[in-house]
Nanobody, 124 residues
Framework: VQLQAFGGGLVQAGGSLRLSCAAS????????LGWFRQAPGKVREFVAAINRSGGTSYADSVKGRFTISRDNAKNTLFLQMNSLRPEDTAVYYCAAGPSVIQSNVASQPAYSYWGQGTLVTVSR
């Protein structure tokens, strides 16, 4: 499976961006999908995940602002980010995990496939 994330860019605080993650090589409809991010000087952290049934999970820091969704017909994952804050600045990675279950949805080792990342910069 190859994943490619895109849609990042520079946005002012309070603005919105929509990230996309296109997959090739395997149908994503049967696997859980997630977004992670890595801010400068920090470790990569969980942002959001969506399971095969459409159930979603979010980090507390993005709840109510970010929405994860998937289009199985287009083999694409999305992350709608609203009310962006400077602390959301990071490289955002998409990931796919055939072995992801609810108890490990935020665990990076549970995800087998990773995209290359797209940079989101939020200015004050």
């Amino acid at each position: 499976v190859q994943l490619q994330a895109f849609g990042g860019g520079l946005v002012q605080a309070g603005g919105s961006l929509r990230l996309s993650c296109a997959a090739s090589g395997r149908t994503l409809s049967r696997v859980a999908l997630g977004w992670f991010r890595q801010a400068p000087g920090k470790v990569r952290e969980f942002v959001a995940a969506i399971n095969r049934s459409g159930g979603t999970s979010y980090a507390d820091s993005v709840k109510g602002r970010f929405t994860i969704s998937r289009d199985n017909a287009k083999n694409t994952l999305f992350l709608q980010m609203n009310s962006l804050r400077p602390e959301d600045t990071a490289v955002y990675y998409c990931a796919a995990g055939p072995s992801v279950i609810q108890s490990n949805v935020a665990s990076q080792p549970a995800y087998s496939y990773w995209g290359q990342g797209t940079l989101v910069t939020v200015s004050r």
